[in-house]
């Protein structure tokens, strides 16, 4: 405030007072000594050299890397610098390249030490141009890549390790599949068995398809086939949880019913949510034939192929296994004379899929009844090569077949 009340003038600073000069930088060095600094500190390689190689100019930072100094690089070629295989890379691939488009970006190479070590580096390259025809100098900006190629070769060995195990577990795959389906069906007198197993795509993923044929005692067999939800590892071991369950129910149980209600139970209460849908047929002689007795867990129903009737689906059904606690199951009771078979098949028949939509119930019941007089393999080997042939050859889910058929 003045004496007399006004107010101080703002001192205002001249302008060569607030600007700072343009010739020193932040440092307090020249510009001049900054450029230098900054090119021979930079944290790359940098290079100057004639179109045919002779290095004109190079920085610390490169001499420092290669064990040389900049006065001893000034006196060799750039290809001195290089492999011989990098040599023949350069002359056939980065100094065409320069030529034609005057830059080269991110080729990856080998720079030899003074030492004769190597240092994998990734160069840049611009040509400079003084006319259309007459090249000018090369300016090389070089990245220390040790870091990277490093990297790149431990990329290498986890996917060569991540290969080697995907072939270990797909060979474990198809041996544990190879035990989860009988090696062979029983030889019974008076019923023709035949049964085809055929996994998804390439097979080399465990499927949760599944078959059995055994016996419990004179004139009495069960057959079992199901389809257990998912695949890999954890379907396979329910997969055989619900197999040699069965086996193990089957002795003490008379009613196919009873044993899968008892098999539902256990499923519950193992390790795991899976769930698994099952049919079993319970087989007992009687005169010429066989009475079949039929119980279905969520499973598609068993086809009944008789000799002087078309071929029908049975009325059988039931809940899936493994879901719901304390539920009935129903038994079907069928007999099986001279030229009728019993067809056991997975979801992966009738759900098959190909340009006319699913293969479908109606479709297999005109296959099969079209070819289905000459035995239990002629009935099996129909139904495989029809389903494949209507998804080209390329079985997008597992499929399970089972036949049984009096002679």
Not at 82 to 94: A, S
Not at 143 to 150: K, N, P
Not at 285 to 305: F, T
Request: hydrophobic letters at 40%.
């Amino acid at each position: 405030m003045n004496p007399d009340g006004g107010s101080a003038p703002i001192p205002v600073q001249s302008p060569v007072q607030s600007q700072v000069p343009l010739t020193t930088p932040p440092s307090g060095r020249p510009a001049a000594d900054e450029a230098d600094y900054l090119y021979h500190r930079a944290p790359c390689g940098y290079l100057t050299t004639t179109p045919d190689g002779r290095i004109l100019r190079s920085n610390e930072t490169l001499a420092r890397w290669l064990g040389w100094s900049t006065d001893e690089l000034g006196a060799i070629n750039f290809r001195q610098l290089l492999t011989v295989g990098g040599r023949m890379f350069h002359e056939t691939h980065v100094a065409p390249i320069l030529r034609m488009h005057g830059e080269a970006r991110a080729i990856a190479m080998d720079l030899r030490r003074r030492d004769g070590s190597k240092l994998p580096v990734l160069l840049n390259a611009t040509m400079d141009r003084h006319d259309e025809s007459a090249p000018g100098d090369v300016r090389i900006a070089i990245f220390d890549a040790t870091e990277r190629r490093s990297y790149e070769r431990e990329l290498l060995r986890a996917k060569e390790r991540a290969e080697a195990s995907e072939e270990r577990a797909n060979a474990l795959a198809r041996t544990l599949q190879q035990t989860l389906i009988p090696p062979s069906l029983p030889l019974i007198d008076g019923l023709d068995l035949a049964a085809a197993y055929r996994p998804a795509g390439d097979g080399s993923e465990v499927g949760g398809d599944f078959y059995d044929v055994f016996d419990l005692g004179h004139d009495e067999w069960i057959a079992v086939l199901g389809d257990v939800c998912g695949k890999g590892a954890e379907a396979a071991v329910v997969t055989a949880f619900v197999r040699y369950t069965v086996r193990a129910l089957a002795v003490g149980m008379s009613r196919p019913s009873i044993l899968m209600a008892e098999l539902n139970e256990r499923l519950i209460h193992h390790d795991g949510d899976r769930f698994c849908t099952v049919v079993i047929a319970r087989l007992r002689r009687r005169g010429r034939g066989w009475d079949a007795e039929v119980s279905v867990g969520g499973h598609p129903a068993p086809l009944l192929l008789s000799g002087d009737d078309r071929a029908r689906q049975l009325d059988a059904f039931g809940p899936v296994v493994g879901v719901i606690d304390a539920v009935d199951y129903h038994d079907h009771v069928v007999h099986l004379g001279p030229g009728d078979a019993l067809v056991l098949y997975t979801d992966g028949v009738t759900e098959a899929s190909g340009p006319e939509g699913f293969f479908g119930e109606r479709r297999l019941l005109e296959v099969v009844d079209a070819d289905v007089r000459t035995g239990a393999d002629a009935v099996v080997d129909t139904v495989l090569s029809e389903v494949l042939a209507f998804q080209h050859g390329h079985a997008r889910d597992d499929i399970a077949v089972l036949a049984l058929a009096v002679p």
